[in-house]
């Protein structure tokens, strides 16, 4: 930890967390890197010794934790131990360290937080999104990405309550089959398609991979179609997707000529083959 931070303070952000199962939970190695100052390879040796000394003597806490994909320092989530607060505040008082009691401070105000957040949602959103900045910025991202991404997040949310709004009785695959649709007619590919180009995993979201024009391209297009379905009445099914591709057809051709022009396919930012393409066409299809 900086020596500019007093010994009265912790310095939350090299602590991991993740709200599953309605509350906190926290990465137990980031907790002892900064209770016992230790860079991210020495905590993980601590802990593995640490874990091995409670599991000898009858401690199940951490041989039970439970593991969460965090995002690692290559910027990829990969599973790691957690604990909840109270679980975090049993755990650590076994570790000697001056910091034990600014660490509880720590996990109270971020309880804290969280209540307030639930009496103001437009406060929670902030705040997630504060953090979700974070975890792009420490993967690397350059802040006009990290701009689209996140405005994009905001109108994907507004765009699948419209949907859900719209659709009486809507299947769980209509979100899916929309974001297809809309794949399909700005990008002439599927989700599965964008995938493998990405090279990416169905776990992984693949506007996370998308270059920053794609990202914007895809904002305008969610963001008119939730306009239009907003002023509908319910409709069915088919014509919510008939309503989505015809907004992607209002920004295909320019999506097609920006990257004409760029010299490289929006989404995956590979350089364009001599025929103007990465890739065969699809054919179009409603």
């Known amino acids: 930890m900086s020596n500019l931070i007093p010994m009265d303070a912790i310095d939350g952000s090299r602590i991991r967390r993740e709200w599953h199962e309605e509350q906190w939970h926290y990465s137990i190695i980031d ?8 860079d991210n390879q020495a905590a993980r040796n601590y802990y593995n010794v640490f874990k091995n000394r409670l599991a000898r003597e009858g401690s199940q806490t951490l041989t039970n934790c439970k593991r969460l994909k965090l995002v690692a320092e290559d910027g990829k989530r990969r599973l790691t131990d957690v604990v909840n607060t109270e679980e975090a ?8 360290s001056p910091k034990l009691e600014p660490l509880k401070l720590w996990l109270a105000q971020i309880g804290t937080e969280r209540l307030q957040e639930t009496a103001d949602p437009e406060l929670g959103l902030f705040r997630s999104l504060d953090r979700t900045t974070e975890e792009y910025r420490a993967a690397g991202k350059p802040d006009s990405w990290i701009v689209a991404r996140v405005e994009g997040i905001v109108t994907r949310k507004a765009f699948v309550e419209a ?18 649709k809309l794949y399909i007619g700005l990008w002439n590919r599927t989700t599965a398609q964008l995938r493998k180009e990405l090279s990416i995993t169905k776990r992984e979201n693949p506007r996370d991979h998308f270059g920053k024009y794609a990202l914007i391209y895809t ?6 179609s939730t306009d239009r379905l907003a002023s509908l009445e319910t409709v069915p099914m088919s014509v919510a997707m008939e309503i989505v591709w015809q907004v992607t057809t209002l920004f295909r051709g320019q999506a097609h000529d920006l990257s004409k022009t760029l010299g490289f396919d929006l989404v995956t930012e590979k350089p364009l083959l001599p025929d103007g393409s990465t890739k065969p066409k699809l054919k179009s299809a409603k």
């Open 31 to 38: 907790m002892v890197g900064v209770l016992l100052d230790l």
């Open 219 to 224: 904002r305008l297009a969610e963001e008119v």
């Open 89 to 96: 505040l049993r755990i650590l008082q076994s570790i000697p």
């Open 163 to 180: 949907l859900r709004t719209a659709v009486l009785d809507a299947p769980e695959s209509l979100f899916g089959q929309a974001t297809d």
